[in-house]
C-alpha cells in the first residue's frame, strides 16, 4: 500500500530537538544514502565531518559510557533516577556544556515508544546525576542522556526495567493532526519524507481554532525528538529560529515516533505524531 504517501504529511514525536543544535544543516546531503552515513558514525565525528544520522543505540561509545545507578525501577512509585556520564578510564566526566540551555537533557521512553517524558537532571557534587522519575506503566524503558561534552553532541542509551505486565502495542498509525491535551492540537505539514533526504517538518499549534504562537523553549521554538520504530534511533533534527519547524533526515524507510514539545502560558505541552518515511 501507499504508506509513504499516507504517512508522509505527519509528524510523531521524537526525541529530535535534543543534541541537534550544535550540529549545522550543512551535513545533510541529498548524495549519501542513509546506511552509508549510519556507518560514518561509528567512527567518531569531527565538527566538520557529518552529523551522525543517529545516536542513542549504544550505552558506551566514542570514549564515553552511561552508567545507570539501578535499572530496575517500581511501577507508579517514584524514585530517583542517577546515573553517572564516564571517560575511557572510567573517571567521571563532569564538564558538560551548555546545549539547549541545560547541560543534561534526559529522554524516557518505553521500547514501544508509549509514555515518552523529557528530564532535565542535576549534577551532585560527586558527579552523579539525578531526577525524579516516576513510570506507570511496567516494561522496558530507553533513558537516552543527550548533553555536549568536548564540543560535540552526544547521545547515550540505556535500559531501564519495570517489572509487570506490559502491554505494548505498536506506534499509532500516521496522521498529520495530533491531541497535545488541554485543549491545544498540532499539525504537522512535512510534504514526501523520503529515507536519505533532508525534510522540513513543519508544525503549527492551535488552540480553540485559533494559532497559537509558542514562547520560547529550550532556546527554540520548540523541542523534537525522533525516534526510529524498532530501535529507537535518536536521530538528529535542527530547529529553526523562528518557526516550529525543523530539518530532519530519516536514515532508512520505515516508521518513526515524533515527540514535539512546546511551551504556550507558561507550560510544555507534548504532541506525539508517527511519521511514514518511504524509501
Ligand atoms: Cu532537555
Redesign the pocket.
Known amino acids: 500500500m501507499n504508506v509513504g504517501l499516507k504517512l508522509a504529511g505527519f509528524a510523531t514525536v521524537l526525541v529530535l ?2 543534541g541537534a543544535a550544535a550540529l549545522a544543516g550543512s551535513a545533510v546531503g541529498p548524495d549519501r544514502s542513509g546506511e552509508n552515513r549510519a556507518q560514518a558514525h561509528t567512527a567518531g565525528h569531527s565538527r566538520d565531518a557529518a552529523p551522525a544520522p543517529v545516536r542513542g543505540l549504544a550505552v558506551s561509545d566514542d570514549g564515553l559510557t552511561l552508567a545507570l545507578e539501578d535499572s530496575v525501577f517500581e511501577r507508579g512509585r517514584g524514585a530517583e533516577l542517577r546515573f553517572s556520564i564516564s571517560g575511557a578510564g572510567g573517571t567521571p566526566v563532569h564538564d558538560f556544556e551548555v546545549q ?3 547541560r ?4 524516557v521512553v518505553r521500547r514501544d515508544g508509549r509514555g515518552f517524558q ?3 537532571p542535576t549534577l551532585d557534587r560527586d558527579r552523579t546525576w539525578s531526577v525524579p522519575l516516576t513510570l506507570p506503566e511496567a516494561g522496558t524503558y530507553r533513558v537516552f542522556a ?1 548533553f555536549k561534552h568536548d564540543g560535540e553532541a552526544r547521545t547515550l542509551a540505556a535500559d531501564l526495567t519495570v517489572d509487570g505486565p506490559a502491554r505494548y502495542r505498536p506506534l499509532p498509525e500516521p496522521s498529520v493532526a495530533a491531541d497535545a491535551g488541554e485543549g491545544y492540537e498540532v499539525r504537522l505539514k512535512a510534504g514526501r519524507v523520503r529515507a536519505g533526504r533532508e525534510v522540513a517538518l513543519d508544525f503549527s499549534v492551535i488552540r480553540d481554532g485559533r494559532a497559537v504562537e509558542p514562547e520560547p523553549y ?1 532556546g527554540a521554538r520548540g ?1 523534537l525528538v525522533a525516534l526510529r520504530e524498532g530501535d529507537l534511533a535518536f536521530l538528529h533534527v535542527h530547529p529553526d529560529e523562528s518557526s516550529l519547524a525543523f530539518m530532519a533526515e530519516f536514515p532508512s524507510a520505515g516508521r518513526y515516533g515524533l515527540y514535539l514539545q512546546f511551551k504556550h502560558d507558561g507550560r510544555v505541552h507534548t504532541a506525539e505524531f508517527t511519521q511514514g518515511v518511504s524509501r
Open positions: 530537538v535534543f539547549h540551555e541545560k543534561m537533557h534526559l529522554i523529557h528530564l532535565h543527550d529550550l523541542h
